[in-house]
């Protein structure tokens, strides 16, 4: 199959970021054609600082090669460099309705935070088919907060299909992991760099153990059962748990009481710097060779391209373009 999926170098990357996207990145690159990109256009709706953005851009790539995608296995590129992309979401805008858009979630709640509502945010969802549809995917791997601009995608498609009467997109699914759908953070909403309750994967770690410390529970004493419900405790301990035999101690630690919250915090660190340690020295390495990052993102941009030339063709042929 092929598989294709981006994160926003829009801040740091974080757990969030790891489980409901990244750890299956790593995973599906094993047994499909994998395309993995840097969302560096998507993120200018947010990030407009330039210092900062490219800083940003080269923490994510080296982020995403320090937790384990291959560039012998997966095309791993920057968006910006796959410039056919902005042409394709063209055409798809055109063949988009006000409606849809104005429908989706994401745009909204970003509204509310405060972000400007700029054209560009509202069109993201555009682009976001382009980059999808663009090199013909069939899954989408993401976390539930991108179920609805899956849909979008398709019903784009469908509406270039429907008006042009030519089949030239593969109508793509998303793959949404239920355990990981929506990783908490440290005040129990929802993990989001917008809302600032984020446990960052690379970086000094003093910080990210007070940050796990910090995790908000309720005031159930030490001897007692602990509520599991919309316990963000709970869930983040599950998520990171790395055996069966963790998973069990962390139901038997919640059923039966007699040990606190202080306690499965800190075994929670432990478990974060078990899943990330050798990730985290490998980021070290990485980032003391930028030359070798860009290189990788620009030899993943020339497959991307000449991926993507056949489909262009089809769609420019298709609009009555050359
Ligand atoms: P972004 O950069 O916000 O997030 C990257 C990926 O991480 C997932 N994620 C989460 N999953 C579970 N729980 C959380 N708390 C959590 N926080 C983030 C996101 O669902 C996402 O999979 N629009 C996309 C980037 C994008 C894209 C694409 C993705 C642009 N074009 C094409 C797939 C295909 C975004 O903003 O992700």
Not at 201 to 210: M, Y
Request: with cysteine; net charge negative.
């Amino acid at each position: 199959m092929r598989v294709l999926s981006g994160v926003q170098p829009s801040g740091t990357l974080h757990v969030g970021n790891y489980f409901g996207a990244i750890r299956q990145f790593v995973r599906l690159q094993e047994e499909n054609e994998c395309f993995f990109f840097l969302a560096d256009l998507h993120a200018l709706t947010t990030v407009q600082d330039p210092p900062r953005f490219r800083e940003l851009i080269t923490d994510l790539a080296t982020g995403y090669l320090a937790l384990g995608l291959d560039p012998a296995r997966s095309v791993v590129y920057r968006q910006s460099d796959l410039p056919e992309v902005t042409e394709l979401s063209w055409y798809l805008s055109t063949v988009t309705s006000m409606g849809l858009l104005q429908r989706c979630h994401s745009f909204k709640d970003k509204v509310a935070q405060g972000v400007v509502p700029s054209h560009g945010l509202f069109a993201y969802p555009v682009l976001m088919a382009a980059d999808i549809l663009i090199v013909k995917s069939d899954l989408v791997p993401v976390g539930k907060d991108q179920k609805q601009h899956l849909e979008v995608t398709r019903d784009v498609a469908a509406s270039f299909h429907a008006t042009y009467g030519e089949e030239v997109f593969v109508l793509p699914e998303p793959m949404i992991l239920d355990d990981v759908a929506v990783v908490p953070g440290v005040d129990g909403r929802k993990m989001s760099k917008s809302y600032g309750n984020t446990i960052e994967i690379f970086g000094p770690e003093k910080p990210i153990r007070k940050k796990i410390m910090g995790i908000v529970t309720d005031s159930t004493p030490v001897e007692a059962p602990k509520p599991t419900e919309d316990n963000a405790l709970y869930h983040l301990l599950k998520i990171f748990a790395p055996n069966p035999e963790e998973k069990a101690w962390v139901e038997t630690a919640f059923a039966e009481g007699g040990v606190g919250y202080g306690d499965m915090k800190k075994r929670l660190f432990d478990y974060y710097l078990q899943t990330f340690g050798a990730s985290r020295a490998r980021y070290d390495e990485l980032r003391g060779d930028p030359a070798e990052v860009e290189r990788i993102l620009r030899a993943g941009a020339d497959t991307a391209r000449e991926t993507a030339a056949p489909l262009m063709d089809e769609v420019r042929k298709a609009v009555g373009i050359h």
